[in-house]
């Protein structure tokens, strides 16, 4: 069972940056692809970007040139730099794990964290 914790939630004013962090226990961490989402209030939870074991990184469109996924392998941890925060980014963010390929939908990952709230003020 993997546990993965995130942190690095807040509120900022537009134009703003936050960096997301989540701390998984397994230490197979590297063999996983990791992803984040996000879930706005009435609206369904949505991908935002990924990594595979590999280091390769995928985003949706809304999110290109201005978040950044990585993982730090010898520390088993994820993170997702986020510049230039509009509040259509509003919403609560989710660290997500599942062996092999990366996926971009929600109920292809095994192993999900508790969520971040992230208020991007306008």
């Known amino acids: 069972q993997v546990q993965l914790i995130e942190s690095g939630g807040g509120l900022v004013q537009a134009g703003g940056s936050l960096r997301l962090s989540c701390a998984a226990s397994?230490?197979?961490?590297?063999?996983?692809?990791m992803a984040w989402f996000r879930q706005a209030p009435g609206k369904e939870r949505e991908f935002v970007a990924a990594?595979?074991?590999?280091?390769?990184?995928y985003y949706t469109d809304s999110v290109k040139g201005r978040f950044t996924i990585s993982r730090d392998n010898a520390k088993n941890t994820v993170y997702l730099q986020m510049n230039s925060l509009k509040p259509e980014d509003t919403a609560v963010y989710y660290c997500?794990?599942?062996?092999?390929?990366?996926?971009?939908?929600?109920?292809?990952?095994?192993?999900w964290g508790q969520g971040t709230q992230v208020t991007v003020s306008s």
């Open positions: 997500a794990a599942r062996t092999g390929a990366v996926r971009n939908l929600f109920h292809e990952y095994d192993y």
């Open positions: 990594i595979s074991w590999s280091g390769n990184t």
């Open positions: 397994e230490r197979t961490f590297w063999n996983y692809a």
